[in-house]
């Protein structure tokens, strides 16, 4: 079992940045990888970006070039800065560990991020 605990949402105005966290804890040795996703109201969740164990990153298309994914394994965290933050960023964003034996996703309570001026 894995257990993650997401942190940093708020409230930020259009060109603002946040970051959020995620703090894994559990059968941490056994996550291959981690990642954010968010679901907008009415929308399917989708693919902000993933960060293997070894350091390879992946990004939704909308997130590359503004949002940052970065680990520190040594508190089993990962984290996502958010820049140049747009209305439409406005979302429930979710933490997502995936541990491969038995193929298992498990997801954080999420954190909402409003943009808004």
């Known amino acids: 079992q894995v257990q993650l605990v997401e942190s940093g949402g708020g409230v930020v105005q259009p060109g603002g940045s946040l970051r959020l966290s995620c703090a894994a804890s559990g059968s941490i040795f056994d996550i291959y990888d981690m990642g954010w996703y968010r679901q907008a109201g009415g929308k399917e969740r989708e693919l902000v970006a993933i960060?293997?164990?070894?350091?390879?990153?992946e990004y939704g298309d909308f997130a590359a070039g503004r949002f940052t994914i970065s680990r520190d394994n040594a508190v089993n965290t990962i984290y996502l800065q958010m820049n140049s933050l747009k209305l439409e960023d406005t979302a429930v964003y979710y933490c997502k560990a995936f541990v491969p034996v038995p193929s298992t996703n498990y997801w954080g309570q999420g954190t909402q991020v409003t943009v808004s001026s």
């Open positions: 960060i293997s164990r070894l350091g390879f990153t």
